[in-house]
């Protein structure tokens, strides 16, 4: 049984329904919530690829045949859209380089549990403008420490990896997301640039 064509709307129209029995200040947390989830199922919400024809499911398994060969591995180049294949070891090589050579220092314990602790301080004393209630929204029950990945700068000498920090795990990510949020609200910001150090959020 395929959904209505405008099934997403009418989702919508039914989640702002519910949303308006809440108390008002609730409201504004749970449409940009509501907003969220909308966007992520127009997203997904696209018509299935028809399967690989006899050709390309060989091309495929060709490809994953000489990856595993020669022990390489696909990414991102960092500008253009394309497609990079680096030798793995090489690829770890490049990212170690990267680290040593911007003088991070190695921890010797996971701080993420202490910094969990801080941010649950921080959410339940700042009742003004998190209510208590809704704090649990703001929260990573399970927090892990960011992750990176290297993408490959083809376009400088030596083809050096730029870093994409991964920070949906860390435990202030719900935290300043909605700090963000605010801040929006409050003061637009009309011309707005991004940096060159990359993000995913």
Request: aromatic fraction near 6%.
């Amino acid at each position: 049984m395929t959904s209505p064509k405008n099934w997403i709307q009418n989702l919508a129209l039914e989640v702002e329904t519910a949303i308006y029995s809440l108390p008002s200040s609730q409201r504004e947390v749970y449409r940009i919530l509501t907003a969220e989830c909308i966007n992520a199922l127009q997203k997904n919400n696209k018509p299935s690829h028809t399967q690989n024809t006899p050709s390309e499911s060989t091309t495929l398994k060709n490809i994953k045949t000489k990856l595993n060969d020669n022990d390489a591995m696909i990414t991102r180049a960092d500008k253009g859209n394309s497609l990079v294949i680096i030798p793995t070891a090489l690829y770890e090589s490049k990212t170690d380089d990267f680290i040593q050579g911007n003088s991070f220092q190695i921890s010797k314990a996971n701080p993420t549990k202490s910094f969990q602790s801080q941010v649950r301080r921080v959410i339940n004393n700042g009742k003004t403008l998190i209510p208590p209630d809704s704090k649990w929204q703001h929260i990573n029950m399970i927090p892990t420490a960011p992750s990176i990945k290297g993408l490959i700068e083809l376009h400088k000498p030596g083809y050096p990896v730029q870093p994409v920090d991964n920070w949906k795990g860390a435990p202030s990510y719900k935290l300043a997301r909605l700090f963000t949020q605010k801040i929006k609200m409050l003061a637009p910001l009309p011309n707005t640039r991004s940096f060159n150090r990359q993000c995913l959020i």
